[in-house]
């Protein structure tokens, strides 16, 4: 299913020739001389406006990715009329649509994102978001080679759950992945609520907004989030993409950098600032860390994924179970026969529903054995499910976990949602939770602890006192 514009006509031009006229128009005319990086910018911060007020600003920035051959565009954008808190909202539709044509979701790097952070999928919400549908036929103008995207649409979040977010895009990231961040600036104004410096329209109004979104821009280009959620919390300007600004320059490594490229306000064009909108469009190069530490490459995982599939496939038929290294793995590569802990959780394809999910935490033996015999468990051995029928089995998908040692943290402060694995363990009793199992359920920390005490059979604050917890990282995989 193709997820249409609803804003082709109105907010941009409707067809393929009328936007490339307006943006020949722009390239002639356009007075924004800021820097751009020397390499082509994989971060972009646009205005998202309808093209007769901000058009010309944000493509002053997106101009500089002309030539780029980046693979996919994620879009942060903030939700204008649904509300939303702690979550991600990314489209259920395969595709999106202008009049340029039709831009694949990239459905693979939007599954990973779902296993680290807490993601839904809602087409509704993207219809009527213009935030994230303003800036496709941009990137497609600008962007010859083909690309997917993921748009990815947000309300309000909280320490915890924006921290899960920030540790997943800086994990996924790489130099392959252009991120672009929507956000109009100040909105001044009675209508908006905010008019600190009166509405009789006059230029000093203009300047003395212009400085506060100065003051803005500067941590923003410093790459400081704290001092950029201050500022909003200090001043109270309305900046309404100031939750996707903010974490993308939480997901910023150290020492990054975003420069402006221009910055203009709906009142230039006829001088009247009694009632206006602020654009700024900026640029930057961020070196992502990316997924340097991962232990196991593609071939790897995939020749896992087969075993793991091939195993259950067979105890489920009634064979025996055969010797992974004897029959199943004889060209293994090497890194699956080192010692690793491992989990093999089977998912309904369609609801994902959990079916099945056993492992090992301690790494006793081969990975690929522990994966071969995880596999046969979650599909037979699960006592919370029946057994995998026959019939079943085109039905599953097979994610594969490959552990970390474990390792123990001397407080439950030390755990990192998203990140960490843990255990818990408290008079005979034990529990354990995969990394993706808070982001999936949308807890913080302490709710996380408290079903994991429940998990172990234990009250649902016995994890406060007295307890003692290990945690451990994962590389996580799925067919």
């Not at 082709?8 to 009328?18: K, L, Q, R």
């Not at 807490?118 to 941009?138: M, S």
């Not at 190069?285 to 340097?292: A, D, K, M, N």
């Not at 080192?338 to 790494?363: H, Q, S, W, Y």
């Amino acid at each position: 299913m193709t997820l249409e514009s609803t804003i082709a006509g109105s907010w941009c031009p409707g067809s393929a020739s009328e936007i490339r006229d307006v943006v020949e128009t722009w390239e002639r005319s356009s007075v924004c001389t800021g820097a751009t990086p020397d390499q082509h910018p994989n971060v972009l911060v646009l205005p998202h406006a309808g093209w007769g007020y901000s058009g010309e600003t944000a493509w002053s920035a997106v101009r500089a990715v002309r030539g780029a051959r980046f693979r996919r565009v994620v879009v942060l954008a903030p939700s204008h009329r649904a509300w939303m808190e702690n979550r991600l909202v990314a489209p259920e539709a395969d595709a999106v649509a202008t009049p340029l044509g039709r831009i694949e979701i990239d459905r693979d790097w939007l599954d990973r994102l779902s296993l680290l952070a807490p993601v839904t999928k809602n087409d509704r919400i993207h219809r009527g978001e213009h935030a994230a549908q303003i800036e496709y036929p941009l990137l497609q103008t600008a962007l010859d080679c083909p690309f997917k995207i993921v748009p990815l649409v947000m309300g309000g979040f909280g320490a915890d759950q924006m921290g899960i977010c920030v540790r997943a895009l800086s994990s996924l990231m790489d130099g392959e992945t252009l991120l672009v961040v929507s956000s109009d600036f100040t909105h001044y104004g009675n209508d908006f609520s905010y008019a600190p410096f009166g509405t009789d329209g006059g230029e000093d109004v203009r300047e003395k907004i212009a400085a506060l979104d100065a003051e803005a821009l500067s941590f923003i280009a410093k790459c400081d989030a704290d001092g950029f959620a201050m500022f909003i919390k200090r001043t109270g300007a309305t900046i309404c993409g100031h939750v996707p600004i903010e974490m993308a320059l939480r997901a910023f490594p150290a020492g990054s950098s975003v420069s402006l490229v221009c910055y203009a306000t709906s009142g230039d064009q006829d001088r009247d600032f009694r009632r206006f909108v602020c654009y700024a469009a900026a640029a930057g190069r961020i070196e992502w860390p990316g997924e340097t530490d991962a232990v196991l490459d593609a071939d790897a995982r995939k020749f896992l994924l087969r075993v793991a599939r091939a195993s259950m496939e067979a105890a489920v038929r009634g064979g025996a179970m055969r010797s992974p290294r004897q029959e199943l793995a004889v060209d293994a590569p090497k890194s699956t026969l080192a010692k690793m802990g491992a989990f093999v959780t089977l998912n309904d394809k369609i609801t994902g529903a959990l079916r099945g999910c056993i492992g090992e935490i301690l790494p006793m033996r081969p990975l690929v054995e522990a994966v071969a015999a995880r596999a046969v468990d979650a599909a037979l051995h699960d006592p919370r499910f029946p057994h995998v029928s026959e019939r079943e089995l085109s039905s599953l998908r097979v994610e594969v976990s490959a552990l970390t040692p474990p390792r123990r943290v001397v407080s439950w402060r030390e755990i990192v949602l998203g990140r960490d694995g843990m255990t818990l363990e408290k008079n005979g009793r034990f529990a354990v939770f995969l990394p993706q199992v808070a982001p999936e359920q949308g807890w913080d920390l302490p709710t996380t602890l408290s079903c994991l005490s429940q998990k172990a059979g234990l009250a649902s604050d016995a994890w406060r006192d007295g307890a003692t917890f290990e945690t451990f990282q994962v590389e996580v995989f799925h067919e």
